[in-house]
Structures are given as structure tokens and as C-alpha cells.
């Protein structure tokens, strides 16, 4: 059987994965083909031996198709992928913070006279300061009463801090994450419709206390599990980018949008995957912050770096709750681990980008 398998349907490729070609990005296509019959690739023909084909193909424009053509004992058979080409790519990474709601109720009940009163926006200004960090925060419409502290509705939060949120929009996005904490995965099956009208009202609240320059897309919706239907109406909102794991666990791959097993798999194995159907791309987040030890962010990270199919994008990602003291899983050096991983992407000279301003955040200079 015709088959291509690299790259992979879907595959967004860098300088990590060809050779540059004077401003074009040259690829080695490789697959399975019949043992007789010629195969061409786009129309150039391609060397086969033992069952197995391979093409120099030139990629000048952003997507590109790869058809895989054999005339052989079984017939013509055909194969077509599609690929991204990252024409603009370079080292760069993306913070993204889940689960946010504790620091707007302490900023809402203490009615600070700076938001950087506060000490975990404090601590992401000190990061901004030192390294150029850029930080999505995801957050909630509610969050609910536990570990002591009362309930809080967004609708609740002030807009006297509009100009502060407004003035530091270029490095600090507010998006929406879900309606609230709990329930857990509360869109693994939900209707598209109930997504986009919970987005909406967080969306409303952010653009009244933040200003429209504060808003950003979301970039992980909580627990990473929407139906593939409400991919496209994500992507007609703006949404470009959605992070998840797409770990491989012994009923499935989870955390990954619902998205089949062999590309969860390639997933896995890569830095991110482009939905065709949808526009959407899906990345891989590489460490979450909150669970790694300061000492294992290096080691956690080096053979990332050193892989072609990860090393050209950092997904850095933690999460809000651990920062506070109440919480029942309290990590009292997450923000060292913060600067560990910052500080590390920054020194192998990875810049600071939001996904959603070019192409995975890299557009032409």
C-alpha cells in the first residue's frame, strides 16, 4: 500500500526539518509504496527500493500538499498529506497559567491601591522585568467557596485598575479558561454552544475592568477536552493556538481536545499539529511548573531542546492555585520554579511570545 509517513498529515515544519532552499525550506518525503511500479511526489519522481520511497520536495508557500503517486502491479494508488511550513520560525516560548480566580478575589476584597499590591501579579511584573516573560492568564467566571475563602463572581471585580491592566497588555493577557473550577472537564461532552456563550460572559467581564487590549484567545480550555465540533467556532472567535498534553495513558490519550489516537500520538511526539478541518493548531505543552521539582526543570527540558521535533518551541505552563498559601496542595517555591524555567529558555535564547500574534507567535520581521 501507497502510504507517506513523514511528515505526518497535519505536521508543521521549521528549519529543524529540511534545509533552506534561498528562502524556501527543502524536505526529505518518505513512505511505504508497492514493491514495482514507479512513484513520483508532486510530480518528480521519487527513489524506491525494498518496498520504501523517498522525494526531495521544495516548500515555498505556507501549506503545501504532498501527493504521493504510484503506477504499479495493484494499479494507480494515491496519497496526499498536508504540512505547515513555519516560514518565520525561530526559539520561542509561551507561558500560559490555568486555573485563575484566586488573585482577582484578593485584589477585589482588598481593594489594593496598585494591582502589583498583590503578590502573585507582583511576582509576574518581576519576571517580565527580568527576562521579557509574556504571560497568558486563564481564567474563571466564579470561583467557588473552599479552603476558607467566600465565593467570587467575576462581575464583582473593579474597573478602577483599567489603565494598569491596559498599560502592561503587551505582556499580560487575561483569557477565558472555563465558567469555574469545578466541575471537572465541564466540556468533554458539552455543546459547542454552552463553550461559546460561558466564553462570551468571561470575555464581557474582561473587556469591562481590562480593556479590549487585555483580552487575549484562550489558550487552554480547562482540562484540554472539547467535542471536535466546537473546533471551528473557536477558530471564527480567534481562537489559533489551544495547548494540551495528549499523554498517553492506559485507557487513551487524554488532555488532548478529543483528537484521534494517531494524532494524539504524533502530538506526543512533536511540538504541535495543525487541524485542517477547524485552522486550529494543537501544542504540546512541554513542562507544568507546579509539579516539577526546580531541580528536574533542567532535566526535563535538555532533551526537549536537543530533539528536532521539539526544540524549536517551548509550551512553558503552571498553575494559579499553587501559588496560594490556603490551597490544600500550597507549593511554597512556585515561584522559583517560575524563574528556574524562565530563566533557562531565556539563557538558550528563547523569546517570549503570545501564541496568537503570527504564526504560533512568529511573523515576518
Not at 471536535?228 to 487524554?254: C, K
Amino acid at each position: 500500500m501507497l502510504r507517506t509517513e513523514w511528515p505526518f498529515h497535519g505536521a508543521v515544519l521549521n528549519r529543524h526539518h529540511g534545509e533552506d532552499a534561498g528562502g524556501a525550506l527543502r524536505i526529505v518525503v518518505t513512505g511505504q509504496c508497492e514493491l514495482y511500479g514507479s512513484v513520483t511526489v508532486n510530480g518528480a519522481p521519487a527513489k524506491t527500493a525494498s518496498g520504501r520511497f523517498e522525494a526531495s520536495v521544495t516548500l515555498t508557500e505556507r501549506e503545501t500538499d504532498l501527493a504521493a503517486v504510484q503506477d504499479g502491479a495493484y494499479g494507480r494508488q494515491e496519497h496526499r498529506v498536508r504540512v505547515v511550513w513555519d516560514r518565520h520560525s525561530f526559539p520561542r516560548y509561551r507561558f500560559s497559567i490555568d486555573d485563575n480566580s484566586f488573585f482577582l478575589r484578593d485584589i477585589a476584597r482588598r481593594q489594593y491601591a496598585s494591582l502589583f499590591d498583590c503578590f502573585y501579579l507582583d511576582m509576574l511584573r518581576t519576571l517580565n522585568r527580568e527576562y521579557g516573560a509574556k504571560f497568558t492568564v486563564n481564567i474563571y467566571l466564579e470561583a467557588q467557596e473552599e479552603f476558607g475563602q467566600p465565593q467570587f463572581l467575576l462581575p464583582d471585580f473593579p474597573d478602577r485598575y483599567r489603565a494598569e491592566w491596559e498599560a502592561c497588555a503587551d505582556w499580560l493577557g487575561l483569557a477565558f479558561h472555563a465558567h469555574a473550577n469545578r466541575p471537572d472537564r465541564p466540556y468533554q461532552y458539552a455543546a459547542p454552544e454552552q463553550l461559546m456563550r460561558e466564553l462570551g460572559k468571561v470575555e464581557e467581564q474582561i473587556a469591562r475592568f481590562a480593556g479590549e487590549q487585555s483580552l487575549v484567545p484562550p489558550t487552554v480550555i480547562h482540562w484540554g477536552m472539547i467535542v471536535p465540533e466546537a473546533y471551528r467556532p473557536l477558530y471564527d472567535h480567534g481562537v489559533r493556538v489551544l495547548s494540551g498534553f495528549g499523554h498517553p495513558t492506559s485507557h487513551g490519550y487524554d488532555v488532548n481536545y478529543w483528537l484521534d489516537h494517531a494524532r494524539s500520538e504524533y502530538l506526543w511526539n512533536h511540538d504541535c499539529l495543525m487541524d485542517f478541518a477547524s485552522g486550529l493548531v494543537f501544542s504540546r505543552v512541554d513542562i507544568v511548573c507546579n509539579n516539577t521539582p526546580i531541580d528536574r526543570i533542567a532535566p526535563t527540558l535538555e532533551p526537549l531542546a536537543a530533539d528536532p521535533n521539539h526544540a524549536e518551541i517551548m509550551d512553558l505552563f503552571t498553575h494559579e492555585q499553587y501559588f496560594w498559601d490556603f490551597y490544600a496542595n500550597y507549593v511554597p517555591d512556585h515561584p522559583q520554579r517560575l524563574d528556574a524555567t524562565i530563566r533557562w529558555v531565556t539563557e538558550r535564547g528563547y523569546k517570549p511570545v503570545f501564541f496568537h500574534e503570527g504564526f504560533m507567535g512568529a511573523s515576518a520581521k
